[in-house]
Every structure is written in C-alpha cells, then in structure tokens.
C-alpha cells in the first residue's frame, strides 16, 4: 500500500516564516482589525495536512519569535500558539473528513478560542479594553480557509508531481 507523500520540512518553514511576516507587516492603525490571523491559519493547515511533521513545538517556537518581534510579553504568543497546535492535533482525526464549509466553521471556533484566550492574556498583563472586535479576524480566517486549502494542497500535488 503506498503512503502519502511526505512534505518537505523545509517548505513548512518557508510557509510558515511567510506567515509570520504577513502576521507582523505594518497596517495603517484602522486597518489592524482586519488582519486575518495567517500564523494561526498556517499553523492549523500544517497540523492538519502533517501532523507527523508540525505540532505543538512548531506553535512554541513561532509565538516565541512573534512575541520578540512584536514586544509583547514573553510566552503570551507562544502559550495562543501552541494551544492552537494542540487543539489542532486534538481533532485532527475528525477534521480531515468534513468538508471545506464545516473545516471553516471548526476554524472560526479555533481561532475565536484562541483569540479569547489571547484577549484574557492581554487583561491580564495590563489595561486593555476588550471588546467583540477581537473576533473580526478569526471571522475572515475562517472565510479564507477554503481558498487557503485548496490553493496549497494543489502546491502540494504540483511539488510531489515534480519531485
């Protein structure tokens, strides 16, 4: 029986340092809230489509170079992250059957989760109003993960076909 092809390590880095470049990039100050969360997308597509290859260490190390990069206090983006991972890995095996429209419904819980978890964090660190906003990205993560799915699992096909 033959296996799946296995993605290539380095391209799960290359895809995730994008991510987290898109994730930090400046926007004008009204446009922050409509920041889709592409750390926390990339993360879950990952831990989906190679759970053997990216888990919850891959959520630590990235929160921690957001956390550096964003001068927010240290292990605040590495605790979401990797919660995020670790909710991933947790329904990985009921994930992968549903279709596009119910993996973006599970994708707009997980990262409305986690962007509470985040906002909490944030109460908790210092004065910070929170307010329903917070759940606008997880929203439009959640309208992308369709099109995101399907645009690298047909980069994955085309890699494989190459190699």
Do not use: K
């Amino acid at each position: 029986m033959a296996s799946a092809p296995r993605t290539a390590l380095p391209w799960v880095w290359l895809t995730l340092l994008l991510a987290l470049c898109l994730q930090v990039m400046p926007l004008a100050e009204d446009w922050q809230i409509w920041r889709p969360d592409w750390l926390g997308l990339m993360l879950i597509y990952w831990c989906m489509s190679a759970p053997d290859r990216v888990g919850v260490f891959h959520g630590f190390v990235l929160g921690i170079l957001l956390d550096l990069i964003e001068g927010a206090p240290l292990g605040q983006n590495a605790l979401t992250l990797s919660l995020l991972a670790f909710l991933a890995a947790l329904i990985y095996p009921r994930f992968r059957t549903y279709s596009l429209l119910q993996q973006a419904l599970l994708i707009l819980v997980l990262l409305g989760l986690v962007q509470l978890v985040e906002q909490w964090l944030r109460t908790l660190f210092g004065p910070f109003s929170m307010h329903l906003a917070f759940l606008v990205p997880s929203l439009i993560g959640a309208v992308l993960w369709p099109w995101l799915t399907t645009m690298f699992q047909a980069m994955e096909r085309r890699l494989a076909g190459v190699e």
